[in-house]
């Protein structure tokens, strides 16, 4: 035989064996998975469609989702949650589409899937989370929000860091789970605290670090008080008792503990109002007198709307205290200057100072000792003057009154029901408190008298 027709006849063998081969092959990867071929992280290879299914069933039932918190490892496993596969309908749509044409070709690679088909008992995965030891922790701890707190030992605020605490919310965490079974994760990790009730206000917030710039910008004042002498520092180590951080970290100023603090620790340093002068009068000569409501007074509202804006800009600043109420020197120890009456209690005789001469001068009667409406001793000034005053205490009008203590009603005026003057007159036939004085004085002194007029009884 010749040898073409040798060669001839081997391939034609030759082509029936790969035809039959590739027939083969074409009919039995029609019913069977390629080899390499996973669904749904399930090896398939070789296998039909019932048995597919059946491997990827089997291995569902074994499916167990690690619930990781802070400090324990929970599961739900698949017999938890009623877990079943039922995309039977997926698994052969994907051996429909393997084009087993292409068999002696895509044998070769690997073929992952995903067969959509996971459902769950959603009342008994709800019992099973239900039950997670993350949903009962042995020590349940609510979140609490960040906070801005006073370190008493530097006089400085801080931010307290929120703290996320243990509480679960039941339907976030629950959705997290379910997504989590039906996706076939096997771990699930609440440390991102994702799933936790959060607290209202974190450490970084803006709100939480924009009322920390403000507290510090308060905290950096000095105010630095300075008159005649006389100093006192504001700083940090009282302003922050000045300071209420209230809800949503508002912060105010407590008006009430400012105007208690300007009263009992600036005032006491500013103020001579009440205290002891010596005089030297070209009228009674030399005495020393206290009390009263003359001098140098700090103004409590005043000095605390100041104190506030200085406490807002955040600066050192150097300044007086706002004053309610001044006098003639800023002489602490001496502020009454050389013009004022001088009205002798003892002599019952007062004289008016001017520049350091006595200008006018009159006798005088005074609250009755004997009744207890002695007059009260004391500098003063005249607080106002006025016509034709209705006295409190007499049923009478009087035509020029000069009150230098209205609280108590005290005052100079006019006593036309008197024929004399001076003596001890005031020891059993007194006034009510006020000094009275002859017609005449009276509406000379207040025609020369202002408003202001320091008054000195002793």
Known sequence: MK?????????????????????????????????????????????????????VRDNLRKYVLNIKSSDKTMVISANNCGLEYTGADQI????????EEYWFRDVFSRH???????????????????NLYCLNPDNPQPPVDAGIVLDEEKKEYVIIDEIIGNTVEPETFY????KAVLSG??????????????????????????????????MATVINYEDSGCTYTL??????????????????????????????????????VGKSRTFDSPGSGRFSISGGTYGWQVGLLDERAAMIEDIKAGQ????????????????????VGNSYIDASISDQHLWVVEKGKVTMQSDFVSGDSSKGRDTDKGIYMIEKKQRNYAMRENPVTVSYWLPFNLDLGEGFHDATWRKSFGGRIYTYNGSH???????????????????GFPVVIH
């Not at 959705?175 to 379910?178: F, L, Q």
């Not at 408190?433 to 408003?451: D, R, S, T």
């Open 3 to 55: 040898k073409w027709k040798i060669t001839g006849i081997i391939v034609a063998i030759a082509a029936v064996i790969l035809t039959a081969v590739y027939l083969a092959g074409r009919y039995y990867f029609m019913n069977h998975f390629y080899p390499k071929t996973t669904v749904n992280g399930v090896e398939v290879g070789y296998k039909t469609k019932k048995d597919a299914l059946s491997e």
């Open 92 to 99: 052969k749509k994907l051996l429909e589409d393997q084009q």
């Open 112 to 130: 992952d899937h995903e067969a959509k088909g996971m459902k769950i008992n959603e009342e008994r995965l709800r019992e099973a989370v239900n």
């Open 175 to 178: 959705a997290a789970v379910e």
């Open 185 to 218: 994760d096997k771990t699930l990790d609440m440390t991102t605290n994702a799933y936790y009730v959060q607290p209202k206000y974190h450490a970084a917030d803006e709100i939480v670090q924009n009322a920390k710039k403000t507290l510090d910008t308060y």
């Open 235 to 272: 700083d940090k180590e009282n302003i922050c008792k000045f300071i209420t951080l209230g809800d949503e970290f508002k912060i105010s100023f407590d008006k009430e503990v400012m105007k208690q603090f300007i009263s009992d620790t600036i005032s006491p340093v500013f103020n001579t």
């Open 316 to 335: 050192t600043v150097t300044r007086e205290p706002k004053y309610l109420q001044d006098a003639a020197l800023k002489d602490r120890t001496y502020d």
């Open 433 to 451: 408190g006020c000094i009275n004085l002859p017609p005449a004085f009276a509406k000379k002194l207040y025609e020369h008298i202002k408003v």
